[in-house]
């Protein structure tokens, strides 16, 4: 393999370069960017082989760069669904960054956000919920109570309390993520949307449905207005609108809440 080779003659001078060319190379976009994916099939032998020469303990040349593709690397796997493949490589990855920042800096905090989805993706819930805490306590250290990154962290704690079965502790956490959202960006951001739903779903587990439907249908119409009435994220938002719809209609005269 090229880069394998490359490595092999050079030495930790150019095993940094490798990573650096190999960094500059990768799509950096891979969730909800199918057209890098290809991209990605050819690269990812090529930056697996460069990032096993690299020496945590060492921390040779080119840290940075191995953190950053070890992560994108296992970004790429996680979106095709080889999850056991992404995770070790996710846990490299925070680990060189724990190594070169210590366990507070910001860019861990990226780090345990990728290897956290990685193990809600694999139903590894009590292993995701510590990393998703320890995310928003950083990032709120960092940045401040009211940053997008708080957000996003707030909804991927929530949606792992959620799916705990403690939608009732999951519910501030959403509010708060929606909130920050709005201030952030503005109401019609698809970000927005993405707040809105999952407050909406954590709504419905709590049976309060007459609260969910109106988030739903926010949820709903800026995805529409985003993406198009045909996008997958629509798509979803609308069979998600559905179901809180039936549920709710099927519950009308059972649930003096609603």
Do not use: C, K
């Not at 995770?87 to 724990?98: G, K």
């Not at 502790?169 to 909130?179: G, I, T, V």
């Not at 179901?243 to 003096?256: A, H, K, M, V």
């Amino acid at each position: 393999m090229a880069a394998d080779r490359l490595v092999a003659g050079g030495g930790d001078e150019m095993l940094g370069a490798v990573l650096s060319l190999l960094r500059a190379d990768a799509p950096r976009q891979i969730t909800g960017a199918p057209q890098n994916w290809p991209r990605w099939a050819v690269l990812l032998p090529h930056v697996l082989a460069a990032t096993s020469h690299f020496d945590i303990q060492r921390q040779d040349a080119g840290g940075a760069d191995a953190a950053g593709l070890l992560d994108r690397a296992a970004t790429y796997l996680q979106v095709q669904a080889r999850l056991a493949e992404a995770r070790p490589l996710a846990e490299r990855a925070l680990a060189i960054d724990e190594t070169a920042y210590g366990p507070d800096h910001p860019d861990v905090a990226i780090r345990l956000t990728v290897l956290l989805y990685i193990l809600y993706g694999l139903g590894q819930l009590a292993g995701a919920r510590p990393l998703a805490e320890r995310a928003l306590a950083i990032d709120e250290a960092a940045y401040g109570p009211d940053h997008p990154a708080v957000a996003t962290d707030l909804n991927y704690l929530a949606l792992i309390l959620q799916d705990l079965g403690e939608p009732a502790e999951a519910r501030p956490l959403a509010e708060r993520a929606l909130a920050i959202a709005e201030a952030a960006y503005g109401p019609d951001h698809p970000d927005v949307a993405t707040r809105l739903n999952s407050l909406a779903l954590i709504l419905e587990d709590l049976r309060q449905l007459a609260g969910a439907r109106p988030l739903a249908e926010r949820a709903l119409a800026i995805a529409e207005a985003t993406y198009g009435p045909d996008h997958p994220t629509t798509a979803a938002l609308r069979a998600n609108l559905s179901l809180i719809t039936i549920n709710r209609d099927q519950s009308i005269g059972e649930d003096p809440a609603d």
